[in-house]
């Protein structure tokens, strides 16, 4: 059984940082690719970032290329999101997800991933 546990949301001003933390219980972390996603009220859960197994590659939505950095620790069974010059915009819940497929490369795909967290509410107000 995998158990996803997302930390580090809350409320910010326009231009500030959040790190955001998911901690997975389970086996073989370590060889499971890792995504974020997040959903904004009204609005459809889409892609933010994802890393593979051995944090070689990653992928991000174009929304977010430049200011959200994804990595892990495979020590700690941990998966991040570094969010800096967050906007109103990235106002969400974020989500993270295990990709179903071992040694998978990253994907943008919801249907990919087959564990989910509970959620973490970012908001960033102007």
């Known amino acids: 059984q995998v158990q996803l546990v997302e930390s580090g949301g809350g409320s910010v001003q326009a231009g500030g940082s959040l790190r955001l933390s998911c901690a997975a219980s389970g086996r073989a972390f370590s060889r499971y690719g890792m995504g974020w996603f997040r959903q904004a009220p009204g609005k459809e859960r889409e892609f933010v970032a994802a890393?593979?197994?051995?944090?070689?590659?990653?992928y991000y939505a174009d929304s977010v290329k430049g200011r959200f950095t994804i990595s892990r620790d495979n020590a700690k069974n941990t998966v991040y999101l570094q969010m800096n010059s967050l906007k109103p915009e990235d106002t969400s819940v974020y989500y993270c997800a295990r990709n179903s497929l071992y040694l998978a490369t990253p994907s943008s795909l919801e249907t990919s991933y087959d564990y989910w967290g509970q959620g973490t509410q970012v908001t960033v107000s102007s």
């Open positions: 890393i593979s197994w051995s944090g070689d590659r990653t």
